[in-house]
């Protein structure tokens, strides 16, 4: 044994390849560790379904924590289905704000989603870099922006005849889709827990949109949405108009302009047969839906065994209010639309800046006004 030793240990590469192995396993177990322990801590994976504090907690996990890429683009996706719709496409194609600028209303979109659903990372993350202890005050404002946001959404649309099937489908896709990214690109697949607290969160925020008739268990909501899909996914020119519109933004941000083209056949080499045809897109050359599926599969397994678990919830809102009275988002995800910062009642488009009916305290905390029902009694 002990000759055995010597051997091995007068080569270097067997050093390395054992070190290598080590941290490996280690990445590996500490990546597991936070939801093992959230699976202990919540052993009925039911839980969140009658708990809406337990849902945020367990979806910021997926959403802030273990996933945060992959959870944005199953959200970007979420929303680029719901194009091929042609209701909803021909309603966004007639407020001319997606050809006028895209930017800005995809920014306002995600930003108003994040305000309404970020605010258990925020606290997490605040209190973690301001000492440990809970600014309650700012944990009640947190809970305002959300109402905020949502009276801010209801507004908006409010302008539009929008249909509750495509209320209900686009809540749907908002509630599968990550869970359909990340178990198949991501570097472990979700619990039932997590898939119940995504439901629960996002039917907590259904209900406040006045969307009614939601299905009240992940199968019975997939049945929904497939059957709706089969039903109205169809090509429309306004599909392609807003598709169009929102890869360029995509593909502006990812890739230098010469890789436009290609970028395009990639996307399009992600999307189901159904939707290349509702948006009128070529089918991409043979191979490619392989070679992009195993690139992110292989970003997945390099994840699990070579990259550190995150310590802070990455957030893209602000944690406070800066000296204007505005909230300055962490990072620009498509564009700076708001360097100088934004007030949530006033996100969305320049004509309806101001006019959102919601009074305000100087401290820029605000009480609750409306018919919205906090997310616990819901």
């Known amino acids: 044994?002990?000759?055995?030793?010597?051997?091995?240990?007068?080569?270097p590469s067997v050093k390395y390849g054992a070190l290598l192995l080590a941290y490996m396993g280690l990445v590996r177990h500490l990546r597991y560790r936070r939801i093992n322990a959230l699976l202990h801590k919540y052993p009925d994976p039911t839980i969140p379904l009658r708990n809406l504090s337990i849902a945020k907690e367990v979806a910021a996990n997926v959403s802030e924590l273990d996933f945060p890429y992959i959870n944005v683009v199953s959200l970007e996706f979420a929303l680029f289905k719901t194009y091929a719709i042609p209701s909803i496409s021909k309603i966004l194609a007639a407020t001319k704000q997606f050809t006028s600028n895209c930017l800005r209303r995809t920014d306002d979109t995600v930003l108003i989603l994040l305000e309404m659903n970020e605010g258990h990372g925020r606290n997490v993350r605040r209190t973690m870099l301001e000492g440990g202890k809970v600014d309650e005050e700012q944990l009640a404002n947190d809970e305002r922006r959300r109402e905020i946001a949502t009276e801010r959404l209801n507004f908006l649309h409010g302008h539009y005849n929008i249909k509750q099937g495509d209320y209900l489908y686009t809540l749907a896709m908002f509630i599968l889709e990550p869970a359909v990214f990340i178990d198949k690109f991501e570097w472990r697949e979700t619990t039932l827990l997590?898939?119940?607290?995504?439901?629960?969160?996002?039917?907590?925020?259904?209900?406040?949109?006045?969307?009614?008739?939601i299905p009240e268990t992940l199968d019975e909501l997939k049945a929904w949405a497939d059957a709706y899909e089969d039903e109205h996914s169809q090509y429309n020119p306004a599909n392609v108009e807003i598709a169009d519109v929102t890869i360029d933004l995509l593909l502006s941000h990812q890739a230098p302009k010469f890789m436009h083209p290609f970028g395009r056949k990639a996307i399009a080499a992600l999307l189901t047969p159904r939707l290349r045809k509702a948006f009128n897109m070529p089918t991409p050359p043979a191979g490619l839906t392989t070679i992009m599926e195993s690139a992110l599969k292989a970003r997945g397994l390099f994840i699990r065994y070579f990259m550190l678990p995150r310590r802070l919830p990455r957030v893209r809102t602000?944690?406070?209010?800066?000296?204007?009275?505005?909230?300055?988002?962490?990072?620009?995800?498509?564009?700076?639309?708001?360097?100088?910062?934004?007030?949530?009642?006033?996100?969305?488009?320049?004509?309806?800046?101001?006019?959102?009916?919601?009074?305000?305290?100087?401290?820029?905390?605000?009480?609750?006004?409306?018919?919205?029902?906090?997310?616990?009694?819901?």
């Open 194 to 213: 997590e898939k119940n607290a995504l439901l629960a969160l996002w039917t907590a925020n259904g209900k406040n949109m006045g969307i009614k008739d």
């Open 318 to 378: 602000a944690l406070r209010v800066n000296k204007e009275g505005k909230y300055v988002p962490a990072f620009h995800k498509y564009g700076v639309v708001y360097g100088d910062g934004y007030r949530v009642e006033d996100l969305g488009p320049e004509k309806f800046v101001g006019k959102c009916p919601i009074s305000f305290h100087p401290s820029g905390i605000t009480p609750a006004s409306g018919p919205i029902t906090p997310l616990e009694d819901l």
């Open 1 to 11: 044994m002990d000759t055995l030793i010597n051997i091995l240990s007068s080569h």
